[in-house]
Nanobody, 115 residues
């Protein structure tokens, strides 16, 4: 059974930091491109950051310089370090694992940036 379990979300003040984790099981993690998407109320789901199986990263312009995606293949886990958070970062953050063989999503974790 495939599972992608996100954690680390919560309420944080503007300028604060959070670190999201996505632990996977049931997939061959090392070949997966791992991505973090986010969806704010009333908006479409958008890609925030991605990391390929080879470690190449890409970011949405809105998070460049503030967010860092990384992966630990030994732990089958991908992370999203979020610094200098802004109210507009408020959203449900979803983890996605995809390869030529599969495409799976986690259930999401809520991030709220508010004073």
């Amino acid at each position: 059974q495939v599972q992608l379990v996100e954690s680390g979300g919560g309420l944080v003040q503007p300028g604060g930091t959070l670190r999201l984790s996505c632990a996977s099981s049931g997939i061959i993690f090392s070949i997966a491109t791992m991505e973090w998407y986010r969806q704010a109320p009333g908006n479409q789901r958008e890609l925030a950051a991605g990391i390929s199986s080879g470690g190449r990263t890409n970011y949405a312009d809105s998070v460049k310089g503030r967010f860092t995606i990384s992966r630990d293949n030994a732990k089958n886990t991908v992370y999203l370090q979020m610094n200098s958070l802004k109210p507009e970062d408020t959203a449900v953050y979803y983890c996605r694992a995809r390869s030529g063989y599969y495409n799976y999503w986690g259930q999401g974790t809520q991030v709220t940036v508010s004073s």
